[in-house]
T-cell receptor, first 115, second 106 residues
Framework: EPEVTQTPSHQVTQMGQEVILRCVPISNHLYFYWYRQILGQKVEFLVSFYNNEISEKSEIFDDQFSVERPDGSNFTLKIRSTKLEDSAMYFC?????????????FGPGTRLLVL | KNEVEQSPQNLTAQEGEFITINCSYSVGISALHWLQQHPGGGIVSLFMLSSGKKKHGRLIATINIQEKHSSLHITASHPRDSAVYICAVVGQKVTFGTGTKLQVIP
């Protein structure tokens, strides 16, 4: 069964450093998403991406964040200058139409810890 | 007031029981997702609904757009159904509920 993959699974970084979280969506999917979940809190939407551009973003997704699809397979989330409060699990997802209708497939997540 | 409210917050059931988890929302939406988050943190999308009802195996999801309410039902519950079930609505923005933690006891 096709799956969304994310790398790395864990990342520890110093405050102020740049991090890039990588995702490989399912190959025939056209819509891509990033979400985050701070430990013990609910999942939050960050951004959606379609046709090589951002289609929606939340108020969390400020100028420190950017997304890119640098080639035909990867979808990346960059945090330019990390803050302590960026520590969270970051989930990538992609969506397509399957036998149950439109379905989002989530990656396993990257746990980011900012020290 | 939260835009998405789920009930109950916690639910313990005996194996085999019929389970209902509710989601109410206060904004106009184009779609509603039901997601399952496993104890390890992984998320699985169960359903995306914009109207009516969908069924997948032992899971049934319904939505009433006029009443701004959706339910997720699990028939013949099993310990492997133990997880957090999350409702998320797609309106002007995507808003998640805080989840319902389900534990099914053998």
């Amino acid at each position: 069964e096709p799956e969304v993959t994310q790398t790395p699974s864990h990342q520890v970084t110093q405050m102020g450093q740049e991090v890039i979280l990588r995702c490989v969506p399912i190959s025939n999917h056209l819509y891509f998403y990033w979400y985050r979940q701070i430990l013990g809190q609910k999942v939050e939407f960050l951004v959606s991406f379609y046709n090589n551009e951002i289609s929606e973003k939340s108020e969390i997704f400020d100028d420190q964040f950017s997304v890119e699809r640098p080639d035909g397979s990867n979808f990346t989330l960059k945090i330019r200058s990390t803050k302590l409060e960026d520590s969270a699990m970051y989930f990538c997802a992609s969506s397509g139409i399957d036998r149950w209708g439109e379905t989002q497939y989530f990656g396993p997540g990257t746990r980011l810890l900012v020290l | 007031k939260n835009e998405v409210e789920q009930s109950p917050q916690n639910l313990t059931a005996q194996e085999g029981e019929f389970i209902t988890i509710n989601c109410s929302y206060s904004v106009g939406i184009s779609a509603l997702h039901w997601l399952q988050q496993h104890p390890g943190g992984g998320i699985v999308s169960l359903f995306m609904l914009s109207s009516g009802k969908k069924k997948h195996g032992r899971l049934i999801a319904t939505i009433n757009i006029q009443e701004k309410h959706s339910s997720l039902h699990i028939t013949a519950s099993h310990p492997r159904d133990s997880a957090v079930y999350i409702c998320a609505v797609v309106g002007q923005k995507v808003t998640f509920g805080t989840g319902t933690k389900l534990q099914v006891i053998p």
